[in-house]
């Protein structure tokens, strides 16, 4: 599986962005696509989730409600919208995928590359 994030990149506080994380390979019907994100000097973590075959997405606390994750099976594509942006959502972020949901980066196999998002106040 590889996986291919795009869409970072600097953007006001309050503003939007959209992530898309483009996948190939053999993606399974039950595997979960998330996103994760690092800030500098801290542990990555999880952001949000969804199964590949059903649309029941996961969300961290910290940004349910201004983000949304939603997947495109025809395109292989998982993107997550951001809105209502601050500081603290300032980070690399990664997408990845694992043969099932867990908020534990430990458990997603795949990762893609980062895609920087930085949010100025």
């Known amino acids: 599986v590889q996986l291919q994030a795009s869409g970072g990149g600097l953007v006001q506080a309050g503003g939007s962005l959209r992530l898309s994380c483009a996948a190939s390979?053999?993606?399974?019907?039950?595997?979960?696509i998330g996103w994760f994100r690092q800030a500098p000097g801290k542990e990555r973590e999880f952001v949000a989730a969804?199964?590949?075959?059903?649309?029941?997405?996961n969300y961290a606390d910290s940004v349910k409600d201004r983000f949304t994750i939603s997947r495109d099976n025809a395109k292989n594509t998982v993107n997550l919208q951001m809105n209502n942006l601050n500081p603290e959502d300032t980070a690399v972020y990664y997408c990845?995928?694992?043969?099932?949901?867990?908020?534990?980066?430990?458990?997603?196999?795949?990762w893609g590359q980062g895609t920087e998002v930085t949010v100025s106040s």
């Open positions: 990845a995928a694992a043969s099932s949901y867990s908020p534990s980066r430990e458990a997603w196999t795949y």
């Open positions: 390979g053999r993606i399974s019907s039950y595997y979960a």
């Open positions: 969804v199964r590949w075959s059903s649309n029941s997405p």
